[in-house]
């Protein structure tokens, strides 16, 4: 029996914009989850890992990523093999051909098959910078060496995806026309069987590490390959857990409420996304930001999104909401008129004034 690993879209030195502080802490996780990846394989047995595309998340990746999956790789000692994918092309000046420092068990696809004769394996796939548009084609199994295995980092026909931007496309026919015993496929961030039912078992591993909100990521995929069956197998190596939710708070009378609601999300290992739906009740208005900062050590990530909260201020009464003679009841009122006197594209601007300054006057949040 044949024991592989199959991983895909590692993305190592991913900049991740827009999450500021938290970016260098997921950087960082993503290169000791891929050690553990390794770590893991070679306690199970395995007689080596495949990388179905984008090991890096560039084609010339910065030294410390680059040194870090070098080590990573050579400390574990078996064979990985690495077909480069659309984010690490293979060309001249790539780690993967202008880096002599990588170790000796690292083994790169290219056009050729990658044979591994120790154990009867060859590898077959080809390199993204050598695509005429057929990841897998005249590709054919070598009847002398018992397990062949197909890789590609491509996508597959989806009804959701026009063919033309697919990029790469590789059918089952294709992969069955191969011959292979199993086929690792990457460049969708989602785990999943992609044909059920196919004589070669066809899977995308997602990435080992979550890189994204959307997706089912977080996996090895263990792959048995016996003489009359092959067993895939989940291996859960990811730390994060990525998600995203959206809060209907047009029920929602205060906002505590909506903090609870927030609140059962939390985990400290959740990067959370929250999108809200409305309107929403003047006494409920809250600052995402402030809200954010609030709730924030209890995940790992948290982002609020305003976005889809409204409040309805036609038919606003400012004495329901503070007592006639205060400031927040003379608040109200200046910016309800100045709400009804201003163009209708600028309504948004004024019912987020009222929203926000409604909370803060309240008590629902502070300055």
């Known amino acids: 029996m ?32 891929f050690r553990k990846t390794i770590e893991t394989a070679r306690a199970a047995g395995a007689d080596a890992v495949v990388v179905a595309g984008d090991l890096f998340d560039k084609a010339q990746p910065d030294r410390a990523d680059r040194e870090a999956v070098w080590a990573a790789i050579g400390d574990g000692g078996l064979p990985v093999v690495v077909l480069p994918g659309t984010h690490d092309l293979l060309k001249p000046t790539s780690p993967y051909l202008a ?16 044979i591994l004769p120790g154990v009867g394996i060859a590898i077959h796939g080809r390199a993204q910078a050598q695509f005429d548009g057929q990841a897998l084609g005249n590709i054919r199994a070598l009847s002398e060496i018992p397990v062949n295995i197909a890789t590609a980092h491509a996508s597959i026909p989806r009804a959701d ?26 460049h969708w961030h989602t785990c999943y069987e992609a044909f059920p039912g196919s004589p070669v078992p066809t899977w995308y591993s997602g990435s080992p590490e979550p ?16 003489p009359q069956q092959t067993t895939i197998t989940r291996r859960l190596v990811g730390r994060y857990r990525w998600s995203t939710h959206e809060i209907d708070v047009r029920t929602m009378t205060n906002t505590e409420e909506v903090r609870a609601a927030i609140r059962v999300l939390a985990g400290p290992d959740r990067i959370v996304w929250v999108r809200f739906r409305g309107p929403i009740a003047p006494t409920a208005a809250f600052d995402a930001d402030q809200m954010e900062d609030a709730l924030a050590e209890g995940f790992a990530y948290l982002r609020l999104d305003p976005a889809g909260v409204q409040m309805q ?21 200046l910016a309800k008129t100045q709400r009804d006197a201003a163009a209708e594209a600028d309504h948004p601007f004024w019912d987020a004034v009222i929203r926000r300054g409604t909370a803060v006057l309240s008590g629902g949040e502070s300055v």
């Open 2 to 33: 044949v024991r592989i690993f199959h991983i895909a879209d590692i993305h190592a030195g991913r900049e991740f914009r827009g999450f500021g502080p938290f970016a260098k802490t997921l950087r960082k996780q993503i290169l000791a989850t």
């Open 99 to 114: 880096d002599t420092t990588h170790p000796k068990n690292l083994l790169v696809v290219k056009n050729a098959p990658v």
């Open 211 to 226: 890189v994204q909100f959307d997706g089912d990521s977080g996996y090895a995929l263990e792959v048995e390959i016996a």
């Open 313 to 333: 201020a036609e038919g606003l009464n400012p004495d329901r909401l503070f007592t006639p003679g205060t400031v927040g009841n003379a608040f109200v009122t």
């Open 161 to 186: 995806i026009a063919a033309a931007e697919a990029e790469v496309l590789v059918t089952q026919a294709q992969i069955e026309a191969t011959g292979a015993r199993y086929c690792a496929l990457g």
